[in-house]
């Protein structure tokens, strides 16, 4: 019913930055919460930002707080995800989800294939 696909992921150094999209389609997007989870190997995945569905409110890990900011544009059916800062702990592949608010992967139906991040040091 939803279709999600990321990009954006890449290559950085400590202290650079990353821009992430994830565009949607078959969907009505303001009907979703969006959210970015990641992945690192051998680590479950975690919650990292959602932004809830027309008013945009929005929730941080606390391990990205200040330097992570979620946006979403409706118009465009896009989720973003601004990354300043990074540190080598950001590198995982990184996944966007649509469904209900919440900060578990259970709370969230649809989601895309992920993109890589890796940060150097």
């Known amino acids: 019913q939803v279709q999600l696909v990321e990009s954006g992921g890449g290559l950085a150094q400590a202290g650079g930055s990353l821009s992430l999209s994830c565009a949607a389609s078959g969907g009505t997007f303001s009907s979703y919460s969006m959210a970015w989870f990641r992945q690192a190997p051998g680590k479950e995945r975690e919650f990292v930002a959602n932004?809830?569905?027309?008013?945009?409110?929005?929730y941080y890990a606390d391990s990205v707080k200040d330097r992570f900011t979620i946006s979403r544009n409706n118009a465009k059916n896009t989720v973003y995800l601004q990354m300043n800062s990074l540190k080598p702990e950001d590198t995982a592949v990184y996944y966007c989800?649509?469904?209900?608010?919440?900060?578990?992967?259970?709370?969230?139906?649809?989601w895309g294939q992920g993109t890589q991040v890796t940060v150097s040091s």
């Open positions: 932004i809830t569905r027309i008013l945009g409110s929005t």
């Open positions: 989800a649509a469904g209900a608010f919440g900060r578990r992967p259970l709370d969230y139906n649809y």
